[in-house]
Each structure stands twice: as C-alpha cells, then as structure tokens.
Nanobody, 124 residues
C-alpha cells in the first residue's frame, strides 16, 4: 500500500532553517506528482509546494517563494522541503501529499495520499 512518512519538524527561532523529509512507499516518485500542504491554527489548509513528475515543473506558494526549496531523490524515493528564513507565520502542521497523476494541483481534493503531518513551530 501507499504510505508517506514525514520527519524533520520541530521548534526553531525566526530566521532559522529546517528541512522536512517525506519517505514514500508503494509508489515511485518518478511516476507521480508530490508536494506539501500546511495548516496553521485558525487557517485553511494551503498548498506550499509541488513537483510534477511529467516535466519536473516546480510550484511554490507566494508566501514561501525565495525561502523554501522542494527537491526529491528518486533513488531514495524521498522528497524534501528545505525551509530557510523561517517566520512565525510559517508555524503549521506540514503534510506530504501525492497523487496518482503526473501533474501538480493546488486543490487538496486532487491528492490521493497524505502523510500524518509534522509540526513546525517558529517562535522566539
């Protein structure tokens, strides 16, 4: 069965960095679109970033452009989210997501598989 397992969340000061990892099993990352959503208290769940397997296109939410970088290692079947210059408003539960289609989507309902989520807290 398909499973996504996240790791790397934690507590960090503003301006600091974290790297989230998502290990996939049951499918290979070179066949599916994979990315990250997040949800902060009081906010709706929002798309953060995604990599398309069809052409390698990468997408970022405007709020994280220039600070976050998504990447994947197909040999390890793992996707990463490098988060730099973190702000308190980045505090959220981050979810790794995948879909049985090669193109990314900004819609939550487009994704078939979700990780359990990992907490990222940015606070001084």
């Amino acid at each position: 069965q398909v499973q996504l397992v996240e790791s790397g969340g934690g507590l960090v000061q503003p301006g600091g960095s974290l790297r989230l990892s998502c290990a996939a099993s049951g499918f290979t990352l070179d066949d599916y679109a994979i990315g990250w959503f997040r949800q902060a208290p009081g906010n709706e769940r929002e798309g953060v970033s995604c990599i398309s397997s069809s052409d390698g296109s990468i997408y970022y939410a405007d709020s994280v452009k220039g600070r976050f970088t998504i990447s994947k290692d197909n040999a390890k079947n793992t996707v990463y989210l490098q988060m730099n210059s973190l702000k308190p408003e980045d505090t959220a539960v981050y979810y790794c997501v995948g879909r049985t289609y090669s193109y990314c989507s900004a819609s939550m309902g487009a994704y078939d598989y979700w990780g359990q989520g990992t907490q990222v807290t940015v606070s001084s």
